[in-house]
């Protein structure tokens, strides 16, 4: 059913490349990799766990001062507060609904959760960022165990820090961020082996409730004999721009420098999806379930897009396929004409 589309795509695409695709824009094929993305994730339960880079080691980590999410350095890449995350689900859809969204409180207990970012310059979601939770809100879940007790962390003095305080900054900055839609706080987790339903102990999650099921004993978690629920290894995919955009995969390369927001605010690195790239996998850690009340309402709104409207004809995610190919077909019938109007 994809043919027809995909030849009318790569006809187009042959003749207009140049013209259509100015920076990142749009990807045409994005109806497929984000049909995959969404078959090769999988659930997983609700509750806290910790994010390790396979390669790196360092884990993702939320540092309180300007809410800023970073990979950890040195002491602090281990499992204590900072590197413990909550995970709500998003409710059902009829992708089978495996979206997430990844929380942490801030020190005045404010909930942030892991959002994506849009660079104006660039024209794609360039980070991963905190931003006030949007979505699965309707509860803040502040972490009930302690992981490590009396951890201190590592106060490094030579990273960059924030620039000051908001009055400093210069009216342009004000507003620079997208506002936060609901697919920008949510997360998918791709399994490394889509073949195999990563199986958790204890515990496993019933989608039709929404709910974690304890199939065995409670298990006390205890960072140092690694005690706990179990731990897989997955991509983590921005649901942002899934059907429009080429994926965008969280990758553990901290940024400071931005140029349109102010520098030195901690953010991580977003980067396309590569499957089979080991450098995007993270070994995901269920520390401790738990069940939380679902906080969403469904809003059909939430795809509009910034990517510019006249990008739209090349693929836009609330046509159906049969509308699409319909303007496949007028497009490729007004380039015919004025194609034998040159003659
Ligand atoms: C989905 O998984 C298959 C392997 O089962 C892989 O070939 C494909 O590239 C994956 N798709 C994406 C978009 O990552
Ligand atoms: C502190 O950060 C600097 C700059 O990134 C780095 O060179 C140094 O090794 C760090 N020190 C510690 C103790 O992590
Ligand atoms: C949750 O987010 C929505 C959308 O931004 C907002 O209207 C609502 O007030 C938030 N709820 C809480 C409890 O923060
Ligand atoms: C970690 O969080 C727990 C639960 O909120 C708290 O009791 C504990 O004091 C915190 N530990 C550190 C080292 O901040
Ligand atoms: C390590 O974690 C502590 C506690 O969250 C934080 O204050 C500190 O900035 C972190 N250090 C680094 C280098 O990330
Ligand atoms: C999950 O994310 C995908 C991609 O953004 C979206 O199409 C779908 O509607 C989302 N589901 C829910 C329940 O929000
Ligand atoms: C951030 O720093 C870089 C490098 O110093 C600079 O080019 C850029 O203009 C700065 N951006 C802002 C918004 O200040
Ligand atoms: C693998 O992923 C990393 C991080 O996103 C990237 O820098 C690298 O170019 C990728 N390698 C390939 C072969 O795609």
Known sequence: MYSIPFVLTLFYISFFSKNVFAGEGTYPLAYITGDQILKNSTHIPTGFYTFKHVETG??????DFDNQVVPTEGANSTVFNGTLWTVKWHGNDEYGGKNYSIHHLNKVKYDKCIS???????????????????????????????IYPGFKGVYNESLPRPIHR???LEPRYINTYESIREDKQQWLFMRADPSETPLWNNVRFDPETGENRMNGPLIEPDREKDRHYGRHLFYLVSGAHLWNMIPRCIYPQASYEFDFTPNNTGVTALDHCSFGNASQLWEVTLWKPESFPLGFTPNPMYVDDQVESSRFLLWNAHTSPGSTILWWGCLIGFTFIVWIWHQ
């Open 166 to 168: 908001k009055r400093q």
């Open 58 to 63: 360092k884990y993702l980590q939320f540092i």
């Open 116 to 146: 994506t970012r849009w660079d104006h310059h660039r024209g794609l979601d360039d980070a991963a960022v905190m931003w006030q939770c949007e979505v699965d809100n309707i509860t803040r879940n502040d972490i009930d165990f302690d």
